[in-house]
């Protein structure tokens, strides 16, 4: 019998994150030939994490162009997608998560009959606009997905709620636990690196709050309230450095260099790759974020995390205590980073010591089910 031959696609960074463990899980099994076809809906960080771990693509998109919209970015990823399996002809397609790039390959999967693999599925918030688009996208690929890989049993739950059929539907883990823990290690060796480079030295022998944002919904007034908070937090703790690698958005861009800038223990710094934003995390006393990688990946380096957002797909943190939800509201900001920062009880509470999002072995569980004929037929 022939090796399987499945086609993964990703096509921003995050997806490179939790898709490379899956690369190398395939390209290390004799039973399986993968092609990597990259639609380049990030570019350059996309570049940055391929090259951390080693990931090389077959086909490339190249996707990406400024000033896209949504819609546009759809037509141009389905035509893309479409050629490329027409032209693969591949025994399945495997993409994680929620991005445009995911929607797309689900789709143009289903209407060339090929069967489907979805990495990280059944997250939801029930709310087709938080996050927006993530929720619609991660909902059209279930009712095309043939084998669901769902990260934790919640998540499972969710898929079988909405009528998927359970033979259909495992709990793998979340791969972006296996390429956590590839990465810190080595950048833990590397601390001495880091504190010595002249951007990162104000934060040597300090307590750190590592601040990211970008989502859509935040927006406008969103963003204007998390600056504000952190400019108060800034001034209420003169001894505490808050580091922000500011996403290159125009809409966060704006509003954060506005407000923040010139503060002297807030640091704001260019998007990071990969690989530094690990240690970043590892260094962290505490997260600030309204992205959805680090609620997950945190937990395993005992970190709390603040979720600027009103709803997460991801509530298994929450409810082990990992993580908290506080929105964009200024004074509610405030409180609770003051709180985890003058606290010790509370702040130990939240220092778990099992990640509800895996164990590190969710590649190889994903690739053992690909092989199995059943979901295929």
Same mark, same amino acid.
């Given at each position: 019998? =022939?090796?399987?031959? =499945?086609?993964?696609?990703?096509? %921003? !960074?995050?997806?490179?994150?939790?898709?490379?463990?899956?690369?190398?899980?395939?390209?290390?099994?004799?039973?399986?030939?993968?092609?990597?076809?990259?639609?380049?809906?990030? &570019?350059?960080?996309?570049?940055?994490?391929?090259?951390?771990?080693? #990931?090389?693509?077959?086909?490339?998109?190249?996707?990406?162009?400024?000033?896209?919209?949504?819609?546009?970015?759809?037509?141009?990823?389905?035509?893309?997608?479409?050629?490329?399996?027409? !032209?693969?002809?591949?025994?399945?397609?495997?993409?994680?998560?929620? %991005?445009?790039?995911?929607?797309?390959?689900?789709?143009?999967?289903?209407?060339? &009959?090929?069967?489907?693999?979805?990495?990280?599925?059944?997250?939801?918030?029930?709310?087709?606009?938080?996050?927006?688009? *993530?929720?619609?996208?991660?909902?059209?690929?279930?009712?095309?997905?043939?084998?669901?890989?769902?990260? %934790?049993? /919640?998540?499972?739950?969710?898929?079988?709620?909405?009528?998927?059929?359970?033979?259909?539907?495992?709990?793998?883990?979340?791969?972006?636990?296996?390429?956590?823990?590839?990465?810190?290690? /080595?950048?833990?060796?590397?601390?001495?690196?880091?504190?010595?480079?002249?951007? @990162?030295?104000?934060?040597?022998?300090? !307590?750190?709050?590592?601040?990211?944002?970008?989502?859509?919904?935040?927006?406008?007034?969103?963003?204007? /309230?998390?600056?504000?908070?952190?400019? $108060?937090?800034?001034?209420?703790?003169? $001894?505490?450095?808050?580091?922000?690698?500011?996403?290159?958005?125009?809409?966060?861009?704006?509003?954060?260099?506005?407000?923040?800038?010139?503060?002297?223990?807030?640091?704001?710094?260019?998007?990071?790759?990969?690989?530094?934003?690990?240690?970043?995390?590892?260094?962290?006393?505490?997260? @600030?974020?309204?992205?959805?990688?680090?609620?997950?990946?945190?937990?395993?380096?005992?970190?709390?995390?603040?979720?600027?957002?009103?709803?997460?797909?991801?509530?298994?943190?929450?409810?082990?205590?990992?993580? *908290?939800?506080?929105?964009?509201?200024?004074?509610?900001? #405030?409180?609770?980073?003051?709180?985890?920062?003058?606290?010790?009880?509370?702040?130990?509470?939240?220092?778990?010591?099992?990640? =509800?999002?895996?164990?590190?072995?969710?590649?190889?569980?994903?690739?053992?089910?690909?092989? %199995?004929?059943?979901?295929?037929?």
């Amino acid at each position: 019998m =022939p090796p399987l031959r =499945p086609l993964l696609v990703f096509g %921003t !960074r995050p997806e490179a994150i939790k898709m490379a463990p899956v690369v190398h899980a395939c390209r290390d099994h004799a039973d399986v030939a993968p092609v990597v076809c990259l639609t380049g809906q990030h &570019r350059e960080m996309l570049a940055q994490v391929n090259d951390y771990f080693g #990931v090389t693509g077959d086909v490339d998109l190249e996707l990406m162009t400024a000033n896209q919209t949504l819609a546009s970015l759809t037509a141009r990823c389905i035509t893309g997608l479409d050629k490329t399996i027409e !032209r693969i002809r591949p025994d399945c397609v495997v993409a994680q998560g929620d %991005t445009t790039t995911v929607m797309a390959a689900s789709v143009v999967a289903f209407y060339r &009959r090929t069967p489907f693999v979805h990495v990280e599925a059944g997250l939801r918030t029930g709310d087709l606009y938080q996050p927006w688009p *993530e929720e619609f996208n991660r909902r059209v690929t279930s009712l095309v997905t043939g084998l669901h890989c769902a990260p %934790t049993p /919640r998540a499972a739950d969710n898929l079988l709620a909405e009528g998927c059929a359970a033979h259909a539907v495992h709990v793998t883990g979340n791969t972006v636990i296996d390429a956590l823990m590839y990465a810190v290690e /080595r950048e833990r060796a590397r601390a001495q690196t880091y504190e010595a480079s002249a951007e @990162l030295k104000p934060i040597v022998g300090k !307590r750190m709050v590592l601040i990211t944002g970008h989502r859509r919904e935040n927006f406008g007034g969103g963003f204007e /309230r998390i600056c504000d908070a952190i400019a $108060e937090l800034a001034d209420r703790f003169p $001894e505490v450095a808050f580091v922000y690698p500011v996403h290159l958005n125009p809409n966060v861009q704006g509003p954060v260099n506005m407000r923040l800038g010139g503060r002297g223990n807030v640091l704001l710094l260019a998007p990071k790759p990969y690989p530094e934003f690990v240690w970043l995390m590892d260094r962290a006393t505490l997260i @600030l974020t309204d992205s959805g990688g680090v609620q997950e990946e945190a937990p395993s380096l005992r970190k709390p995390v603040l979720v600027m957002r009103e709803t997460t797909e991801r509530p298994e943190a929450v409810d082990a205590g990992a993580v *908290e939800l506080v929105g964009t509201d200024t004074a509610r900001i #405030v409180s609770q980073v003051s709180l985890l920062l003058t606290d010790e009880a509370e702040y130990a509470r939240r220092q778990i010591e099992e990640n =509800p999002y895996g164990d590190g072995k969710a590649a190889s569980r994903i690739v053992s089910l690909m092989l %199995t004929q059943d979901w295929r037929k």
